[in-house]
């Protein structure tokens, strides 16, 4: 599998570019700013070169002026990459300097009487791409009276020398400060998520042997707080979860070996030489209530694997709870009176509830009751009917449950004598099953036990209000 880099990599190439395009764009409009300067520099120059020759030109002898004075025209311009041209109109030049015979450009003059401004500059680019200024201007002369027509221009080559240099000054700059900022960010990146790489070994060392161990970061970023913090309630999640499916594994295990080695060492018995044909039915009964007694249990665990790991699909109607708890009494007759109870019923009212799953949360309840409920006692079943939900409960006279055994009685398997295991005939799950019916149905399950008397309670929310 391809990796990618590293978080504190792409950091340090994040900060590069931002630096860089940071950098680059003050500098650009920095050389922008240079350009527009520089350009309205020359073009001004130029202009105000025009306007001296326009004004010397209009209050000098022309012709006398060229011949004694050739050279001045020359020294006005300043540069060898400069032309100037003068001339009478139609007409051979009567002042031609141009040392870098660069081309003249055509362009109409601005009149005599029209002031030159910076519009009246032409801006064009050589055959080697560096710009070029023209201005082409008429001057009046006084002696002779006549116009003349004066085309001056200057190649940027100095400029451009000057402007390319800023601007690869300008690019060192910005990949200079890119990398500055690479190796800044790096080294900021990877001190700032040293926390995570104590955290990554904090939890390489987690294993199923040490899931008691939390992960401790005094120091950690409030950032990470809510991580760390979640991580540790996922720990104390699993190291629950695995305690109990250790505990579920080694209960599940002895209550399948009971009956198992029943059976066997009967059989064994039974073969182990010839017998009778009452023995033989006495031994096929007795296997039959162990296998029971399996079915029975898989059946629970089935139930509940459905129940917890599943989207289990229930339907709820609204049940009349006197209905309900008169079938449940019916069922429980015998039981009941084997045992020496009686079965009092108080309440009624609507549940919206699975019948199915009521029936069973109930029966498991009552069948815990009259288990355990002292001879000659009463068992209460009662109905409470309020806004948010209806309220059932079922109370028996009895040992008292210690309370540090109430809030474990519906885990499974959980017993709260074990000596009672193998006498009780139960399987450790009916509990269990009716946490997980109230869970699918939205609702809550309580325990309690005080003076002899122990309460379960079942609460189911009223239904909803259809959209």
């Known amino acids: 599998m391809r990796r990618g880099h590293s978080l ?12 860089f395009g940071v950098v680059g764009a003050v500098g650009y409009a920095l050389y922008r700013g240079m350009e527009v300067q520089l350009s309205l520099r020359d073009d001004a120059a130029l202009v105000n070169r025009v306007d001296q020759l326009r004004t010397l030109l209009r209050d000098a002898d022309v012709l006398d002026l060229i011949h004694t004075k050739p ?137 199923i042997a040490s899931l008691s161990v939390r992960i401790a970061q005094p120091d950690a970023p409030r950032e990470l707080a809510p991580l760390i913090a979640n991580f540790n309630g996922m720990l104390d999640r699993l190291e629950t979860s695995f305690t109990q499916l250790s505990q579920v594994s080694a209960d599940m295990a002895h209550d399948l070996r009971t009956p198992i080695g029943n059976m066997l060492g009967q059989i064994e018995v039974g073969l182990g030489q010839l017998r009778d044909a009452g023995y033989y039915q006495k031994l096929l009964g007795s296997n039959f209530e162990e296998l029971q007694r399996l079915s029975k249990m898989i059946n629970n665990m089935l139930f509940l694997a459905r129940a917890e790991h599943a989207d289990h699909a229930i339907e709820r109607k609204l049940l009349d709870v006197g209905e309900e708890l008169q079938l449940i009494g019916e069922y429980f007759e015998g039981p009941a009176e084997e045992r020496d109870v009686r079965l009092v019923f108080h309440g009624g009212g609507t549940v919206w509830a699975d019948p199915t799953l009521l029936r069973r949360a109930l029966a498991n309840l009552l069948a815990n009751a009259v288990r355990y409920a002292d001879a000659g006692s009463e068992i209460m079943l009662t109905s409470e009917q309020g806004a948010a939900g209806t309220t059932l409960s079922v109370e028996n006279r009895g040992p008292t ?67």
Request: net charge positive; aromatic share 6%.
């Open 8 to 19: 504190i990599t792409r950091l340090a190439l994040l900060f590069a570019l931002l630096s």
């Open 71 to 207: 050279q001045l025209f020359a020294n006005m311009l300043g540069n060898h990459e400069s032309l100037l041209t003068v001339k009478f109109a139609g007409e051979a030049p009567l002042v031609d300097v141009n040392p870098g015979h660069s081309p003249v450009p055509d362009m109409a003059p601005v009149p005599a009487n029209a002031p030159l401004t910076l519009g009246a500059v032409q801006h064009t680019l050589g055959a080697d791409g560096v710009p070029f200024i023209a201005v082409a201007a008429s001057a009046a002369t006084t002696d002779p009276r006549r116009e003349l027509h004066i085309v001056t221009g200057r190649l940027m080559s100095e400029r451009t020398r000057l402007l390319r240099g800023y601007r690869d000054q300008i690019i060192a700059l910005a990949l200079g400060a890119a990398m500055l900022m690479a190796l800044v960010a790096f080294s900021v990146a990877r001190r700032g998520l040293r926390p995570l790489s104590r955290l990554a070994d904090q939890t390489a060392a987690i294993g």
């Open 401 to 467: 449950i210690a309370p540090q055994h109430l809030a474990r009685l519906f885990d499974r398997y959980y017993r709260v004598d074990p000596s009672r295991h193998e006498s009780s005939g139960a399987s450790g799950l009916g509990l269990s099953i009716v946490r997980s019916i109230m869970a699918l149905h939205q609702g809550t399950w309580d325990a309690s036990s005080d003076a002899g008397a122990t309460r379960f309670t079942l609460f189911f929310p009223v239904r909803p209000p259809a959209n």
